[in-house]
């Protein structure tokens, strides 16, 4: 299948790639299209329908008090006072940002944890998907901040865990990833 294939769908999946938080600028994604890219991740394949994710968005206003937590959890991390600004920063860049928010039930009598894993990350790759093809740029982005019990206590309730972030917005360019990925057959093989 090419990149030139008129299927549009396949021509979507085949194209998907990340946009970096630097250049993404606003607009960002409306309240309805917020809802359109969570019901775009609703439609993963999900077993026992267990939707072992949520979302919440930060943007406007809330950008601040994040960043100003970002600041602070750099700093309970041991970074110094520069390095904390910059994270600080980086919470300010994107227009949107979705953190994600694994539910996992540990104890599930039918679907064991790494299923529900998988469910989150086709999640993610749909609402990733659909933000491009909306017109929007987007990167998932974690690091040691989505390990930060201070950011975890301001976004999960008890028995969850924060994933990392998804900033979404207006791309000033048209990125591709610059990393190759393996040829399809390396990673496609018969069993037999
Ligand atoms: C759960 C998760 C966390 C990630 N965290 C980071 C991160 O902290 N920093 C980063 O540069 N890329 C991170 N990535 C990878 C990027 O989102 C992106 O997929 C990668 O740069 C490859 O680019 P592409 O999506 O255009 O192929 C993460 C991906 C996933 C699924």
Redesign the pocket.
């Known amino acids: 299948m090419s990149k030139a294939d008129p299927n549009p769908v396949l021509h979507a999946l085949l194209d998907?790639?990340?946009?970096?938080p630097r250049y993404l600028v606003e607009p960002g994604p409306s309240d309805a299209e917020l809802l359109m890219l969570t019901e775009a991740a609703l439609r993963a394949p999900d077993h026992a329908a267990l939707v072992p994710f949520r979302f919440r968005a930060v943007r406007g206003a809330a950008r601040e008090r994040m960043a100003t937590l970002f600041e602070q959890a750099a700093r309970a991390a041991g970074k110094d006072a520069e390095s904390a600004v910059l994270d600080r920063e980086r919470a300010l860049k994107a227009p949107v940002t979705l953190a994600?928010i694994a539910r996992i039930d540990l104890g599930h009598p039918q679907v064991p944890a790494h299923e529900q894993w998988a469910c989150l990350?086709g999640a993610?790759a749909h609402l990733?998907l659909a933000a491009q093809a909306l017109g929007y740029g987007a990167?998932?982005?974690?690091?040691a901040k989505?390990r930060s019990p201070l950011l975890a206590s301001a976004f999960c309730e008890g028995g969850e865990m924060l994933?990392?972030w998804i900033a979404i917005g207006t791309p000033t360019l048209d990125r591709?990833?610059k990393?190759g990925?393996p040829p399809p057959d390396e990673v496609l093989s018969f069993w037999s």
Do not use: F
């Open positions: 998907r790639h990340s946009t970096g994600v990350g993610l990733l990167k998932m982005l974690s690091g989505a994933v990392g591709r990833a990393h990925k």
